[in-house]
Antibody, heavy 127, light 107 residues
Framework: QLQLQESGPGLVKPSETLSLTCTVS??????????WGWIRQPPGKGLEWIGS???????YYNPSLKSRVTISVDTSKNQFSLKLSSVTAADTAVYYC???????????????????WGQGTLVTVSS | DIQMTQSPSSLSASVGDRVTITCRAS??????LAWYQQKPGKVPKLLIY???TLQSGVPSRFSGSGSGTDFTLTISSLQPEDVATYYC?????????FGPGTKVDIK
């Protein structure tokens, strides 16, 4: 059974960088069939896709966060990571990692729905 | 970028009622739409993909329909365990935008 588990500090100071890691177990992050994504949810609010990465390092980012986001992958550890720089209180949220299916049409890569999610981790931005 | 809207934002219905939630995309997305259920304090769960395909293990009282810009999620007979917020999401091409959610509770 595939499992994803987020880890990282629960408290980050304003203007600093938020760093989280998602560890994948029960399956390989190096599968050609999947991308791995980050989604966040501010308290009491809706879901926002942050970005996604393939095991090769290919990434897609939400344009609204692109200037502050870096997602990386470590296939040797079956992990992928999120860095969000210059955080403010507005970045306080539960951060989820998740898997989505990849399909290729010629030179175009399509990414599908999120079928497996981690439990989420609350990150609070506060001094 | 394509925007996703949902209506209503919340609803209250009785056990056994038929419930319908609408999701609209600002541009046509064919059937590349998923629905998620998020119970209070829990992780979102995939209910439906490809607009109308039920994820394995999801009760048959849930159904989805639509194509292009207009989609619906229907619960044929609302049960107490269906109290949750429901989100639609477009996929296939980035950004993978979620709708704002529809909160469903029991009257």
């Amino acid at each position: 059974q595939l499992q994803l588990q987020e880890s990282g500090p629960g408290l980050v100071k304003p203007s600093e960088t938020l760093s989280l890691t998602c560890t994948v177990s029960g399956g390989s992050i190096s599968s050609s069939s999947y991308y791995w994504g980050w989604i966040r949810q501010p308290p009491g609010k809706g879901l926002e896709w942050i970005g996604s990465i393939y095991y090769s390092g290919s990434t897609y980012y939400n344009p609204s966060l692109k200037s502050r986001v870096t997602i990386s992958v470590d296939t040797s550890k079956n992990q992928f990571s999120l860095k969000l720089s210059s955080v403010t209180a507005a970045d306080t949220a539960v951060y989820y990692c998740a898997r989505h299916l990849r399909a290729v049409r010629g030179l175009i890569t399509d990414l599908y729905y999120f079928d497996y999610w981690g439990q989420g981790t609350l990150v609070t931005v506060s001094s | 970028d394509i925007q996703m809207t949902q209506s209503p934002s919340s609803l209250s219905a009785s056990v056994g009622d038929r419930v319908t939630i609408t999701c609209r995309a600002s541009q046509g997305i064919s059937n590349y739409l998923a629905w998620y259920q998020q119970k209070p304090g829990k992780v979102p769960k995939l209910l439906i993909y490809a607009a109308s395909t039920l994820q394995s293990g999801v009760p048959s009282r849930f159904s989805g329909s639509g194509s292009g810009t207009d989609f619906t999620l229907t619960i044929s007979s609302l049960q107490p365990e269906d109290v949750a917020t429901y989100y639609c999401q477009k996929y296939k091409s980035a950004p993978f935008t979620f709708g704002p959610g529809t909160k469903v509770d029991i009257k």
